[in-house]
């Protein structure tokens, strides 16, 4: 397992995964460690992925400082691994709350960044962020799913504050709820660092409007990617976020949630692969 150290002495780790070109992936979450991502539906059979564990993740270590959990303090943890993996310019791929940390990186080092990827990605650094109304409008496209009678009641409980993050409502997640998506969903606890996804998002991490100037000079291409039935972000606030890009192009999948490659891995590559070749 390759390891290097950031800025602040804190090791953090990668894995490698296929064959081809790198491509930098930054995981979600916030603060998953990058074993949820598996081999993104097959893009390893196009691309040698690079799967960073975040501080305090997976094989990462966990930092002396737990404000250093921020999203806007791990940019430089991204540039380290660059420098590390000796790329001049980078392909990265995001999913979730690890599109903020790509867009930071982006507008922080526009120059770097040869084909930005954000998948399903939550869109926080340009002060964009899904309502609890998109969200329950997105489930009820569920309508017709067995387990929605359960699920809808505990997710608008959630959404409205009378009620707590509820399992039952994780299908809404998924494209289609079955053995792999429970497996997926089960995988997640044992994964994640709670205390390091409450800080993600803290106070001061972004600041939209600086971001949204510095992106001006990122001329690489984006891709933007949506699941059709996705609640957060919606294929609208995927459209919305896009302009904040200079060169953008948005793609809604099918029938796909929040996990892409899980739901139709086939149509994901397919399309991935075309932005990333292009």
């Not at 916030?30 to 539906?41: Q, T």
């Amino acid at each position: 397992m390759p390891t290097f150290t950031a800025a602040d002495g804190t090791r953090l780790a990668y894995h490698v995964r296929g064959e081809g070109e790198p491509l930098v992936v930054l995981p979600g979450g916030p603060m998953r460690a990058s074993a949820y991502l598996g081999d993104l539906g097959g893009l390893t059979a196009h691309r040698r992925l690079i799967l960073l564990d975040l501080r305090g993740t997976g094989d990462s270590a966990v930092p002396a400082d737990p404000e250093s959990y921020r999203c806007d303090q791990q940019v430089d943890d991204v540039e380290m691994l660059r420098a590390h993996i000796g790329l001049d310019h980078m392909d990265v791929l995001s999913h979730s709350a690890g599109a903020s940390l790509a867009i930071l990186y982006a507008a922080a080092r526009p120059h770097r960044v040869r084909r930005l990827a954000l998948i399903t990605g939550n869109p926080s650094a340009l002060g964009l962020r899904t309502t609890p109304q998109e969200r329950l409008a997105a489930a009820r496209q569920r309508a017709a799913e067995p387990w929605f009678g359960a699920a809808f009641p505990a997710l608008e409980a959630w959404l409205n504050g009378t009620g707590d993050f509820d399992e039952a409502f994780m299908p809404f997640f998924y494209g289609h709820w079955d053995d792999t998506a429970r497996a997926h969903d089960a995988a997640a606890e044992e994964q994640t660092n709670d205390e390091a996804g409450d800080r993600y998002f803290a106070d001061g991490a972004f600041t939209p409007d600086a971001t949204r100037t510095a992106l001006r000079a990122l001329t690489a291409p984006v891709l933007l990617y949506a699941g059709e039935v996705d609640g957060g972000p919606s294929p609208a606030l995927v459209r919305r976020a896009a302009a904040a890009f200079p060169n953008a192009e948005v793609v809604v999948q099918p029938g796909a949630a929040h996990y892409p490659w899980l739901d139709d891995p086939e149509e994901f590559v397919r399309r991935t692969v075309a932005f990333l070749n292009a």
